[in-house]
């Protein structure tokens, strides 16, 4: 993989990291509680964190979000979500969201493809979940 790739995935965890950070640091309990909420959501519960997160993952392909498909793409690979479960989430997105979803399904694909080849950036995990 080139630098130039790597440096993206870094890049991409550097400023998330650093932008949640900077949102929490003012004094809005509104963005406070939804940050919150969304950490609490992804915990083990009824559902496992694997499930939960390409659960996220999935909805994130369908809403075509592509931040919030390379947190869960990265979220995904640290819990332990392999390749095979990965393109299983893929498919089910792509049925539900249809052609429309391909370009976030290449680009997440990418986004794994960075993360397996590099491993150290898969530890993206401030935290706060926080897309």
Excluded: W
Excluded at 36 to 59: C, F, I, N, P
Excluded at 69 to 95: D, N, W
């Amino acid at each position: 993989m080139s630098a130039d790739k790597k440096d993206r995935v870094a890049e991409f965890t550097a400023f998330r990291q650093r932008m949640n950070e900077r949102i929490l640091a003012e004094d809005n309990q509104v963005v406070r509680r939804f940050f919150a909420l969304d950490t609490q959501t992804y915990r083990a519960g009824a559902l496992d964190v694997k499930t939960k997160e390409l659960m996220g993952l999935s909805a994130s392909m369908v809403l075509r979000c592509d931040d919030c498909i390379a947190y869960h793409v990265a979220q995904c690979k640290q819990v332990g979500v392999t390749r095979e479960e990965l393109f299983e989430a893929f498919s089910v997105s792509l049925v539900v969201g249809g052609s429309i979803v391909i370009p976030h399904l290449r680009r997440a694909v990418d986004f794994l493809d960075q993360l397996e080849a590099g491993e150290a950036t898969a530890s993206a995990t401030p935290p706060e979940h926080g897309h």
